[in-house]
């Protein structure tokens, strides 16, 4: 007899939706700002010359720049609806890239909660963000996989290091929402349009003939300081202080101050950029953790990319790169996709 599978409370509020109060403007400046964060120097990211060069209006946004307005517009979802944890570690990523977002764009950005299952105990909760422009195109679809922890799986002296560490209008162990004032919103029925902008452009990839299954991208490593993470800190919007403050990150069970996954996965995304030739020809990129890289205050940490080619579509000129990266000897992310069209 197969047991019936386990459900969560939170299930029910499913399809919660709502829309973040006004737009995101894109700034230039912010791009080159995030993609300095990332250690991202395409030239795309910095030089309208060489954005143009491969046909965009202005500096591109690097792959994983929607982490930072999608962490701000995301703090509703997990005060008020997802409600009955102490804090949410981070588990997988999935970037939609329908065209490169511009400096320039002026962004709607909606936040919808789109699933959640229990496996062995936990809620794995996903939250999707997608951005649309004015022309009233989706231009990047975001999905964000969080496991929630209750206070029974971290140190009691968390919550009070975190209230005194926290910025002024921040506490991410002080969640309030209550059941009793819960009303769920759905998101409006209505045609959605997809942009069509990064697949009609030729791509400044490499071209197709000049790749094959198997090939593999030249190693590359990157060094991470805690000045680094501080900075993306800031950049991003991130104040999760076990990024930063040694003791704090060893209340919460961590050896040391971890690296932000969303950091990580910027500096694979640059990684791949650097060897394709062209960041908006990136469709898709999707990453699972399985580890964080610790980052000492004394040593730093060390992060080794490596990737090849999965699989190729000649129909569409495309192909999936297996991205893999490591730190100190061990897997930092456990599976990891690009998928990118070329020349």
């Known amino acids: 007899m ?15 939706y709502y829309q973040m109060a006004g737009t995101y403007l894109v700034g230039r400046e912010k791009l080159r700002e995030y993609a300095r964060a990332v250690q991202d120097y395409h030239p795309a990211h910095w030089d309208v010359a060489a954005a143009a060069a491969l046909g965009y209006p202005d500096v591109i946004a690097p792959l994983t720049f929607t982490s930072a307005p999608g962490m701000q517009c995301n703090r509703r979802m997990f005060e008020e609806i997802v409600v009955g944890y102490d804090t949410y570690l981070q588990t997988e990523e999935v970037f939609e890239q329908h065209r490169p977002i511009v400096a320039g764009d002026e962004l709607v950005i909606d936040v919808e909660l789109t699933s959640v299952r229990r496996t062995a105990g936990r809620d794995f909760i996903t939250v999707t963000n997608t951005f649309t422009d004015t022309a009233g195109e989706r231009v990047h679809t975001l999905h964000t996989t969080v ?13 009070e290091a975190v209230q005194k560490a926290m910025m002024h209008d921040m506490n991410i162990l002080d969640i309030g929402g209550a059941d009793a004032d819960y009303e769920k919103e759905l998101r409006p029925e209505g045609e959605i349009r997809i942009s069509a902008g990064g697949v009609t452009r030729t791509p400044g990839t490499l ?9 593999e991208i030249a190693v590359h490593h990157t060094r991470l300081s805690r000045g680094d993470l501080v900075n993306y800190a800031g950049v991003a919007g991130d104040a999760n202080p076990i990024h930063w403050d040694e003791d704090i990150a060893k209340l919460a069970g961590l050896p040391d101050v971890i690296a932000h996954g969303m950091l990580t ?19 898709r990129y999707s990453v699972r953790l399985s580890q964080p890289a610790i980052v000492s205050a ?31 000897g061990r897997k930092i992310f456990g599976l990891a996709t690009m998928n990118i069209r070329f020349r």
């Open 2 to 16: 197969t047991a019936a599978a386990e459900t969560s409370p939170l299930e029910a509020r499913v399809g919660h």
């Open 147 to 159: 496991v929630g922890v209750t206070g029974e799986d971290i140190d009691a002296g968390v919550k």
């Open 207 to 215: 071209s197709f003939d000049q790749v094959k299954v198997g090939d």
């Open 265 to 283: 996965m910027g500096l694979g995304g640059g990684f791949v950029s650097a060897w394709s030739g062209d960041p908006g020809a990136v469709t």
């Open 298 to 328: 004394k040593e730093g940490a060390d992060i080794e990319f490596s990737g090849r080619i999965k699989s190729l579509d000649p129909e569409t000129r495309s192909g999936v790169v297996i991205v893999a990266a490591k730190s100190a």
